[in-house]
């Protein structure tokens, strides 16, 4: 998988000076964390990354394969035969058009196979790989903290802290106000996103 961030990038961030408490291995993991909360949240990714997807044949010249912003196709497949690529074009909003032929349906199902890039930018934002720094700092903090993240209310030699955003509601994906906005502002229509796989 593709991230947002390198280690050294979250390792910068304040906090996260002490390996022996944080090490790479522990940022590396908030960043897949993070980097798959964001393409699952915001249902693309912002970056083109390799996908493949295998899905039930449409029976029609249109086959929607839950994939947004398909930007490159590698190799389609109908029922293991491989479709010449010049044939079918990709449309964003997922949908992939047979140009010579039919996605072929079968009882069986699962017997279109679909392979290439896609993001909806081919380099990520400012913002999204901030926000992916953000979420990974968090990740790996919450791991040693014995203040839980959502804790209404601190009290330390810092002095008192309210902490009023709670996630899990609409729109909020993170207990991060900031880190939601940018989310929020980013998010496109859900594709298919549990069927795809990332590279």
């Known amino acids: 998988m593709v991230a947002y961030a390198a280690v050294a990038d979250v390792r910068a961030l304040d ?12 940022l590396q993991q908030g960043i897949d964390f993070a980097t798959e909360l964001i393409d699952g949240y915001c249902g693309t990714s912002f970056e083109a990354k390799s996908f493949s997807v295998t ?3 449409s029976g029609t010249t249109r086959q929607y394969t839950g994939v947004l912003f398909i930007r490159t196709l590698t190799s389609v497949t109908i029922d293991g035969v491989a ?28 017997n279109v196979a679909v392979a290439g890039t896609a993001g909806v930018t081919t380099t990520p934002s400012e913002r999204i790989k901030w926000a992916c720094r953000t979420i990974a700092r968090q990740y790996a903090l919450d791991l040693h903290s014995r203040i839980p993240s959502r804790a ?4 330390n ?17 993170t207990n991060l106000p900031d880190v939601n906005a940018v989310l929020n502002a980013n998010k496109h229509k859900p594709g ?8």
């Open 83 to 110: 479709q010449t690529l010049a044939d079918i074009v990709a449309q964003p909003d997922g949908v992939i058009v047979h140009k010579n032929g039919v996605f072929l349906r079968w009882w069986w199902g699962q």
């Open 157 to 173: 030699e810092l002095g008192n802290f309210e902490v009023r955003a709670q996630a899990g509601g609409p729109g909020r994906p």
């Open 55 to 57: 899905l039930d044949g």
């Open 15 to 26: 906090g996260l000076a002490d390996t022996s408490v944080c090490p790479d291995a522990t």
């Open 192 to 199: 298919n996103m549990g069927a795809v796989v990332f590279s």
């Open 152 to 155: 209404l209310s601190v009290t």
